[in-house]
C-alpha cells in the first residue's frame, strides 16, 4: 500500500548547525503534511504543517519544504541545539473531514554539543 | 503540555486478556483519534471518534473498538489480547469545524504490555 518514508533513520549533527530530515510520501492525492517531534516517553509534538497548495512555509527556526513534483517532504532546523534532539516524524493525510494521519518510520536525531 | 491526558501510563496484562485505555481531550476539542505505535516505528491510525460517533476506520480488527462520551473523552477498549498489541498507544485530540478536522495534540500515551 501507499505509505510514507524517510530516508535517514539517524542524523546526527553538531551544535548550532542546520539540520535537514528528509521525508518521501507516495500518495499523490495526499493533500496535508505535518512534521512531529517525539522524545522519549511522549507523545508526538507538533511542529510545522503545511497544505498541498503551498511548497514552503515558515515557523520559528523550522520551515517546511514541499515538493509535489517528486513527492518530497523535508523539515529544516536552524541553529540545531540540544533540546532539538528527539525522533522526528513526517505524516500526511487525505481529505479534510477525517485526520487520519499516516506516519512515517521516523528519524533520530542527534545534536552532539 | 497538550492538555490531552492519558491514563494508565502503564499497563501490564496477559494474552487474552481485555483491555480498556482512556482518554481526556484538550478542553474545546470535540473529535478524538486513537494511534498504536509498535517500538522504533510511526504511530498506526486506529480509528477517530466525532460527537460519540466512530469517523472513519484504520486497518485494525474488530477486537479494537472505541467510544467517545458526551464530555468528549473516549475510551479504547481491545480484547482477546496478543503479544503483537504490546505497544504505546497514543490518543489525540483536534477540534472539527465546518467539516475540516484540524490540528491535532496528543496525550503522553499509554504503555501496554502484553506476556
Known amino acids: 500500500g501507499e505509505s510514507v518514508g524517510l530516508h535517514l533513520p539517524t542524523l546526527s549533527v553538531q551544535e548550532g548547525d542546520n539540520s535537514i530530515i528528509n521525508c518521501a510520501y507516495s500518495?499523490?492525492?495526499?493533500?496535508?503534511f505535518i512534521w512531529y517531534k517525539q522524545e522519549s516517553g511522549k507523545g508526538p509534538q507538533f511542529i510545522i504543517d503545511i497544505r498541498s497548495n503551498m511548497d514552503k512555509r515558515q515557523g520559528q527556526r523550522v520551515t517546511v519544504l514541499l515538493n509535489k513534483t517528486v513527492k518530497h517532504l523535508s523539515l529544516q532546523i536552524a541553529a540545531t541545539q540540544p533540546g532539538d534532539s528527539a525522533v522526528y516524524f513526517c505524516a500526511e493525510n487525505i481529505g479534510t473531514g477525517r485526520r487520519a494521519l499516516t506516519f512515517g518510520s521516523g528519524t533520530r536525531l542527534q545534536v552532539q554539543p | 503540555e497538550t492538555g490531552v491526558t492519558q491514563s494508565p501510563t502503564h499497563l501490564i496484562k496477559t494474552r487474552g486478556q481485555q483491555v480498556t485505555l482512556r482518554c481526556s481531550s484538550q478542553s474545546g476539542h470535540n473529535t478524538v483519534s486513537w494511534y498504536q505505535q509498535a517500538l522504533g516505528q510511526g504511530p498506526q491510525f486506529i480509528f477517530q471518534?466525532?460527537?460519540?460517533?466512530?469517523?472513519g476506520r484504520g486497518n485494525f480488527p474488530p477486537r479494537f473498538s472505541g467510544l467517545q462520551f458526551p464530555n468528549y473523552s473516549s475510551e479504547l477498549n481491545v480484547n482477546a489480547l496478543e503479544l503483537d498489541d504490546s505497544a504505546l498507544y497514543l490518543c489525540?485530540?483536534?477540534?472539527?469545524?465546518?467539516?475540516?478536522?484540524?490540528?491535532?495534540?496528543f496525550g503522553p500515551g499509554t504503555r501496554l504490555t502484553v506476556l
Open positions: 471518534y466525532y460527537r460519540e460517533e466512530e469517523n
Open positions: 489525540a485530540s483536534s477540534l472539527k469545524s465546518g467539516g475540516a478536522v484540524n490540528e491535532q495534540f
Open positions: 500518495n499523490s492525492a495526499s493533500d496535508y
